[in-house]
């Protein structure tokens, strides 16, 4: 039987298990990114991993969330993260150059190889045929110490592009339209490989754009063959070498196929405050347009802001409508300016920022009250935006660099000819000098720690029987930034896990963290796909800090799954849904932590003698890990 990508790069570099889906492989790193508002945590637990060097081909470092430098913390933890990229033999990437899945996919990932980032958003480099998977801090401190990092093995879906994109369809329709088909559960368990004669069509950005927002499906990963376009992208890059033929074999089998023909999509909208809330763009026509944000790690290459200054160029956004742009590199920045483009984007009216994440993570950029504003990003969450009733509106850079001239919804039969698609120029400027590059022996480095990096707590193991009330019931798709909102007061706190844990579900339920803290411990009960969005940690780490047990749901999120098992949080699944009716806030719960078995299910005592069935999806180890109180503590005891 022919091989998928997927399969082929999982073949090679498989280090335990068997390619069966749904069981448990172990997968040989060759990269790992961090960004700050992750990694610091990431970097504090590579240091009490205590290993000295990393042990990848390449780990970088990058610092592109928390840049808004209103007082000590983020700067403390930038010297931070340069210090210890240093000692570790990472390479360093300082705020400003770039957002990390834009700088990677330019700059360093490959064809073939495996990646894996604190960041939900790791797959952008999918997009040039890396394996790039979204993890915990922790999951990436251990690949940086060498250790494999464990997934069930996906399954993998074919999706078979046909035709060619028209008018003023883009990349980041094609992905609409699976979140459209597929909801933002649809991806759970599984790689979308693109094949068919669609892919030559499409561009290293489109791509890009596509396994980028993936993530929103809730996959695994993303990924594109790696083909001539692959090779020219690399080749303007200055990385020819990096290149290599990687295609699926024509008698490859998939799990499942789905077919998108480009040639019929058209501009599409994901509507507040969910990614798969997608419709037409023409279907809203007449709703106001507050403020437009182009950039973000989805949508800030060279040919998306090309394409922006083309639509802009002469033209004047009204008064009423404000229009934001972070390049997504140094390296775009320096080619629009090369070639004049930013004067065009000043003179429309927009506000042209550092290229960094910005407003995407609430760093500035926050619309207006009960404003609705229209972004090139890739969530749209409730409060994520700064801005607690805004209404965030996800499109394709050239759909909001065009409403953004209209002030409003409009069709895009209305707009006139769509710009030329954009290639890259012959002589891409290299920016491999902002880069910071590790000494060959970083013993003597001093690492610097600002009072804003506190180091991990010890946790305590998982008693045999948890005795603990339900201190929180909330809703279906709870996603982390609900856990731990967004925004510059509170990510400026990520490597202070006592201080940051005060803000978990605060704008869910301001009191949660009152009551967590009067009873010591408490279990948190969930819908559907709890932990839905991005891979921050600290939503796992600050309710362990609170003493939060165990989390009973119906489904789970699978990088938050991963992320409670890393810091020993029972993730319970419901056998029957409907019991998620029967309990209620400030029940009483006796759960048998010690007679839980992978996949087994046990009965949870509720304080007035009924029983609720609980199952689990976990693996032995995962067990282990849990019991042992978490993931630090278990390579600990195997250490020693
Ligand atoms: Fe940054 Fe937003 Fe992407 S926070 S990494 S631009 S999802």
Known sequence: MGKSITHKIIEKHLVSGEMVPGSEVGLRIDQTLTQDATGTMAWLQFEAIGIGKVKTDLSVSYVDHNTLQMGFRNPDDHRFLRTVAAKSGAVFSPAGTGICHQLHLENFAKPGATLIGSDSHTPTAGGIGSMAMGAGGLSVALAMAGEAYFIPMPKVVKVELTGELTGWAAGKDVILELLRRLTVKGGVGKVFEYAGPGVATLSVPDRATITNMGAELGATTSIFPSDDRTRDFLEKMGRGSDWMELVADADAEYDEVITIDLSELEPMVAQPHMPDQVCKVKELAGLKIDQCAIGSCTNSSYSDLKNTAQILSGKKTPPETDLLISPGSKQVMKMLSREGLIEPLLDAGARVLECTCGPCIGMGGSPTSGGVSVRTFNRNFEGRSGTQDGKIYLVSAQTAA????????????????????????????????????????GSSVEVLRGPNIVALEDFDKLPETVEAKVLLKVEDNITTDHILPAGAEITALRSNIPAISQYIFSRVDAEFVGRMKDHGKGVILGGENYGQGSSREHAALGPRHLGVKAVIVKSLARIHRANLVNFGILPLLLVAPADYDRLSEGDDLTIPASAMTPGGTVEIGLADGGKVAVTNDLTKKELEIIQAGGLLNAVREGQS
């Open 402 to 441: 065009r409403l953004s001239l209209e002030g409003e919804f409009s069709d895009p039969a209305t707009w006139g000819p769509a710009p030329e698609r954009v290639e890259l120029p012959e002589d891409v400027p290299s920016i491999r000098d902002l880069f910071v590059f590790p000494p060959e022996d």
